[in-house]
């Protein structure tokens, strides 16, 4: 079966200092890809999705950047992190090419900017 | 463009009372359609989907009909328990690039003893 991992669950970093959120999924290949962030008591924000090694697509400009080094790993980055930047993200996997298969989310990482 | 429209929380129900949480979806096409939930602290779980107009999804006693002449997605359940309490968003998805979802921004839901 299918899995995502995420982490770290929590994450307190000062404001100005780098960030690197790893996801990786298990038991599917050429999954399409997906990071989101949801601010509290809001709903979610599409950041970055990817169809493929090395392709990414950003939804939203920002100081954050994504990357997707290995078919089943993405990571969500930034050089420096702002206060705005504080909230809980959610990375997703899907099944390339078909629209009526669900997304299957992580446990997510809760991240507070000091 | 594609779009949801969820009912706006939150919701406060005593136990055992009737759940509906509005859905309606703006979409090009036909879309698939999804209810997740999600607990405090936790990513988001699929509760249950439908793929076509008149399909009817169901889990743990939750219900949602496809219909698309109303273009909608309520999501409903007979007796709602205090473990249900969550927020639950409604979402679909649309072919093309990326297999795009759209999320409602979801209803919070307490149900008090």
């Known amino acids: 079966s299918q899995t995502i991992h995420q982490w770290p669950a929590t994450l307190v970093q000062p404001v100005g200092s780098p960030l690197s959120l790893e996801c990786t999924v298990e038991?599917?290949?050429?999954?399409?890809l997906y990071w989101y962030r949801q601010a509290a008591g809001r709903g979610l924000q599409l950041l970055f999705y990817?169809?493929?090694?090395?392709?990414i697509s950003s939804e939203v400009p920002q100081n954050l950047s994504a990357s997707r080094p290995q078919d089943r790993q993405f990571i969500l980055s930034s050089k420096k992190l702002l206060l705005s930047d504080s909230g809980f993200y959610l990375c997703?996997?899907?099944?390339?090419?078909?629209?009526?298969?669900?997304?299957?989310f992580g446990d997510g990482t809760r991240l507070s900017i000091l | 463009g594609d779009s949801v429209t969820q009912m706006e929380g939150p919701v406060t129900l005593s136990e055992e009372a009737f759940l509906t949480i509005n859905c309606t979806y703006t979409?090009?096409?036909?879309?698939?359609l999804f209810w997740y939930v999600q607990y405090p602290g936790e990513g988001l779980q699929l509760l249950l989907k439908?793929?076509?107009?008149?399909d009817k999804g169901s889990n743990k006693g939750f219900e949602a009909t496809y219909r698309k002449e109303t273009t909608s997605f309520h999501l409903e359940k007979g007796s709602v328990q205090v473990s249900d309490s969550a927020v639950y968003f409604c979402?679909?998805?649309?072919?093309?690039?990326?297999?795009?979802?759209?999320f409602g921004t979801g209803t919070s839901l307490t149900v008090i003893p």
């Open positions: 979409a090009t096409g036909y879309p698939s």
């Open positions: 038991g599917t290949s050429n999954p399409n």
């Open positions: 997703a996997w899907s099944v390339p090419g078909v629209s009526n298969q669900p997304q299957h």
């Open positions: 979402a679909l998805s649309s072919k093309g690039t990326g297999n795009q979802f759209y």
């Open positions: 439908a793929t076509k107009a008149d």
């Open positions: 990817s169809v493929g090694i090395g392709q």
